[in-house]
């Protein structure tokens, strides 16, 4: 897609190459210069919207975005930012798969003098699969990879005599921050909000029951015919200013310095002004945010202006205004949605939290003081979320505590750079978002996610909870397990190694809320030698797994799934098709909760004439309970993900991109030492060519 073009003309394409804003940024130059080429790509997917959902093929369709960030995603120390804004399309084209399960995606980071040669790398990128964030400069390809490390020593003091500026803190996790700082260290503490507080003297008046009222009487106006929608906007806006007015009362009566200032960080003049009326002002905290989650051909061209510009426009506003002040630090608070993608219906919100990280990347190549950017999860039940029970099913959400810890920490150590805090990854993992981000082992969770992620294959078609087809590769260069097992002199697949791939690619396609997700019975397996043995001469072997899932009248789901040899191209012989079932495994696999063993019916032995009565047995004590299944909210929480930092003697240098590690037995492992910590850094991983360090069955 080219700027200028009209996105939504035409016949519905099988490729989209956006080309985003290719133009040197500038804070002086005015915010929202992202709006036209933004929408333009919003336009372009709602024309593709219908065609690319129903699509099954995983080979088809793909979306690459184009970014100029210096050819390393802004993280080398040498990358020219030329373009932060680049952000939005990354964090947009990783939510793709929401919504569109089998576009491929490709986020292409070059750097804005490097145009000349940009045709012959989309080419070339378009005919790779694997890993969606990329990068070409120096001569070579480089990635994205987080390493874990650990938290900082302190080196920022905050006392009373410091100021703290909190954009949006008037509720959720921006007032949780507000009340911990006032509350250990004393400093006076301002949060806003676009709305206006109530006089002082009424704030006796907002009591829960006046709020009940309130509601009522706004719900009646129903019957003169208001819309519902204006109704809940109006009720929303009164249960924020009853909750404001209840921390500030709460505030006062714990001595905590808390203030309340109405501001719109849209509006620069507002902005400008506010920072004027703090002249003590030493910590910036840009914590405003807004998700108005709808898929994406509900989602109007004023939702994504309005969620975009509260991240992206409000944070330029904030360092033109403080850019002069000697701050201690200035901290963004982003969301794992631009990291690792969003939910559905997020693909705005995720653009604007991946900008607002690569704006922060550009922010600390100009700012003399620390500026870091925290990518939060889902806070449990605190927060932006609209769903939360539905979030959990992407990660686990993070203990309240927990996240004021980090935070605190990160804002005393002076952070610089993307923090990531990443916890256990929940079920809604799909193909498509597996293949495009790393695993590495200080991964929460990793043991359980990893399995999955190895036994993948390459997917050809993909049909969400129905159908799974992948290229699976065994080779015995990198599973020593296959020379463990011969078939006519010639080294095989062992049948459990077969087993495994089957119900590991199972898992792909059952559903995530599927409540007892074990496998509970394998039925009708027949496997033919020939189907395990590898090719001639002890090389790959190459097997097509075609993965069928249904549910059943009683509520379980059966997979069926087949193995068929694969030629070299990939396409299977006519020996091989099924039709006499020589060279095809197939088998059954059934989860859910199995069904409920009635125990068998108690007999009385009848007492034989003149036996003698036993004595009483001592009753047995009673087992103890059993301890409570733990709680999944605050589990091994990490990470820091930066690559170089913009600083001397923080960033690592580039090196190979983190491979798989795997933790079964099919694999050749070569662990290397990670530290286990609630954060990590993201390093630069390069080579398109070089041998992972453990290469998975799929050789990705």
């Known amino acids: 897609m080219l700027p200028g073009a009209s996105a939504a003309a035409g016949p519905v394409p099988d490729t989209v190459v956006d080309l985003t804003l290719a133009e040197r940024f500038s804070a002086d130059a005015g915010s929202g210069r992202w709006r036209t080429a933004l929408l333009r790509t919003f336009d372009a997917l709602r024309h593709c919207y219908a065609e690319w959902s129903q699509e099954t093929s995983a080979r088809r369709l793909t979306y690459l975005a184009v970014t100029y960030q210096g050819g390393g995603m802004g993280y080398h120390p040498d990358d020219d930012i030329a373009q932060p804004l680049g952000g939005l399309w990354a964090g947009l084209a990783k939510t793709l798969h929401r919504e569109l399960p089998n576009c491929r995606v490709r986020i292409l980071d070059i750097a804005l003098d490097a145009r000349v040669g940009l045709p012959e790398l989309v080419g070339d990128e378009l005919g790779r699969p694997g890993l969606s964030e990329i990068g070409h400069r120096d001569g070579l390809r480089w990635t994205l990879t987080p390493d874990a490390v650990p938290a900082g020593p302190p080196a920022v003091r905050l006392g009373p005599d410091d100021t703290v500026l909190i954009s949006g803190g008037s509720r959720g996790i921006g007032m949780a921050l507000a009340r911990r700082l006032c509350a250990e260290f004393g400093p006076r503490v301002v949060v806003t909000g676009r709305g206006r507080l109530p006089a002082e003297d009424t704030w006796d008046d907002h009591t829960p029951e006046r709020l009940a009222e309130h509601r009522a009487a706004l719900w009646a106006t129903h019957r003169q015919g208001r819309a519902v929608a204006d109704i809940r906007r109006d009720i929303g806006r009164a249960e924020s200013t009853w909750e404001l007015v209840g921390h500030l009362r709460s505030a006062r009566a714990e001595g905590l310095r808390l203030d309340y200032r109405q501001c719109d960080f849209t509006d620069t003049d507002q902005v400008r002004e ?256 020939s189907v395990l043995r590898c090719a001639d001469g002890g090389g790959p072997l190459r097997l097509r797994r075609d993965i069928r899932a249904r549910q059943s009248p009683d509520g379980r789901w059966q997979v069926d799934v087949t193995f068929r040899r694969a030629g070299p191209a990939g396409a299977t012989t006519a020996g091989e098709t099924g039709a006499d079932d020589v060279d095809t495994a197939r088998l059954r696999l059934v989860f859910g909760a199995p069904a409920a063993r009635r125990p068998p019916p108690h007999r009385t032995p009848r007492p034989r004439a003149n036996a003698r009565r036993p004595r009483a047995a001592p009753t047995p004590p009673a087992p103890p309970c059993s301890p409570p299944r733990p709680c999944s909210i605050g589990t091994e929480w990490w990470c820091r993900w930066r690559a170089g930092a913009p600083t001397a003697g923080t960033g690592s240098s580039p090196r190979r991109a983190a491979a798989r590690h795997p933790t079964c037995g099919w694999c050749r492992s070569r662990p290397r030492a990670w530290c286990r910590s609630p954060r990590s850094r993201t390093s630069f991983a390069r080579s398109p060519n070089a041998p992972p360090d453990c290469p998975s069955p799929t050789n990705r």
Not at 274 to 299: I, M, Q, S, W, Y
Not at 308 to 316: E, G, I, L, N, P
Not at 460 to 476: A, I, K, N
């Open 274 to 529: 506010l920072v004027a009326e703090l002249p003590g002002l030493t910590v910036v905290v840009h914590n405003a945010g807004v998700d108005r989650p709808t898929r994406l051909p509900n989602k109007s061209d004023d939702d994504v202006v309005a969620v975009v510009a509260t991240k992206v426009d409000s944070f330029v506003h904030l360092v033109r205004a403080v850019r002069d002040r000697p701050l201690k630090l200035l901290c963004t608070v982003g969301s794992l949605t631009g990291r690792l993608g969003g939910m559905v219906g997020q693909f705005d919100y995720a653009a604007a939290n991946e900008c607002l990280a690569r704006l922060g990347l550009w922010a600390g190549r100009q700012l003399p003081y620390p500026v870091m950017t925290l990518a939060w999860p889902t806070w449990a039940r605190l927060g932006l979320i609209s769903n939360f029970e539905a979030s959990l099913r992407y990660m686990a959400a993070l203990d309240v505590f927990e996240g004021l810890d980090h935070w605190q920490a990160e804002l005393l150590a002076g952070s610089r750079g993307e923090i990531t805090f990443v916890g256990p990854l929940g079920r809604a993992l799909d193909p498509v978002q597996a293949v495009g981000y790393p695993v590495p082992p200080s991964l929460p969770g990793y043991a359980e996610t990893y399995p999955k992620v190895f036994h993948l294959g390459e997917p050809e078609v993909f049909q969400p909870h129905e159908r799974l087809c992948c290229m699976v590769t065994f080779d015995p260069a990198t599973s020593p397990a296959i020379g463990d097992f011969t078939v006519h002199g010639a080294p095989a697949v062992p049948l459990g190694m077969l087993l495994e791939s089957a119900v590991r690619g199972a898992e792909w396609v059952t559903p995530a809320d599927l409540p007892d997700h074990a496998l509970h019975a394998v039925e009708g397996l027949r496997v033919p030698w």
